[in-house]
């Protein structure tokens, strides 16, 4: 009868297989652990070689087996070393990228409006003309501090700038605000509406789920800006003061 691998051996090699597998987070750490593994599952194989009766060898296939496991585990340890590298790679590409809105007024899709020093700008796109276009401002309990109501607005880009002046000509404090623009053509039918917001970049913060801008308390993913505006370059109007 030919000596076969003993359970421990076989055992041991299972084990690590399963934990490379739940590990794939800890390339760094598999590393280490599989060099220690691997020194420990040579150790038990020379044993058992120096054990093992002349005219009844080891088990071959059993043997071969197991370092085929072992072949495999080493090559889903440098796969993940791979993939955290491309991570990495990708995060600082994400940082670089936002840098470069870093201090620029940038015009960025969203219904949240950004006050400071009593000064907030915004765009909204028509998409027919408009016989009427309803802009409301809120606080973040859903109280309306403003609203004004225009009249024959043509298709396509306006741009509208509040001073913080609300109704009643009460002063609202600095802080987000949000936005809503209704249109109607003159059968009084609902026309499609866009808002984009405008701000200055004022940091830019990488964490777990990506690399965010901050303009004010405001927090955007990079992908919403939809342009850059030089310096401190001011939306042209075409409307009245919102």
Do not use: C
Not at 6 to 30: A, G, I, Y
Not at 132 to 141: C, F, S
């Amino acid at each position: 009868m030919a000596l076969t691998t003993t359970p421990e051996l076989t055992n041991f090699v299972q084990d690590l297989t399963n934990k490379s597998s739940t590990q794939s987070q800890k390339t760094q750490e598999d590393i280490i652990t599989f060099g220690e593994d691997l020194n420990t599952f040579l150790d038990i194989l020379t044993t058992q070689l120096q054990n093992q009766d002349p005219t009844e060898p080891m088990d071959a296939q059993e043997f071969t087996k197991q370092l085929v496991q072992f072949a495999g585990i080493e090559k889903q340890i440098q796969t993940n070393q791979k993939m955290d590298d491309l991570i990495a790679i990708n995060e600082q590409s994400q940082v670089s990228y936002a840098l470069g809105f870093l201090g620029k007024n940038v015009e960025f899709a969203s219904s949240y409006l950004n006050v400071e020093d009593s000064h907030g700008e915004f765009l909204f796109d028509l998409e027919e003309n408009a016989d009427r276009v309803k802009i409301e401002i809120y606080t973040g309990d859903g109280t309306v501090v403003y609203n004004e109501e225009l009249e024959n607005l043509s298709a396509g880009g306006h741009g509208a700038t509040w001073d913080g002046l609300g109704n009643n000509n009460v002063q609202q404090d600095d802080g987000v605000y949000s936005l809503r623009v209704t249109a109607y053509n003159e059968d009084n039918d609902s026309i499609a509406t866009e808002i984009r917001s405008i701000g200055r970049v004022d940091q830019v913060v990488p964490g777990e789920e990506g690399t965010f801008l901050t303009i004010g308390p405001l927090q955007i993913d990079p992908t919403r800006v939809i342009s850059v505006r030089p310096g401190n370059e001011v939306v042209a109007e075409d409307t009245p003061d919102a």
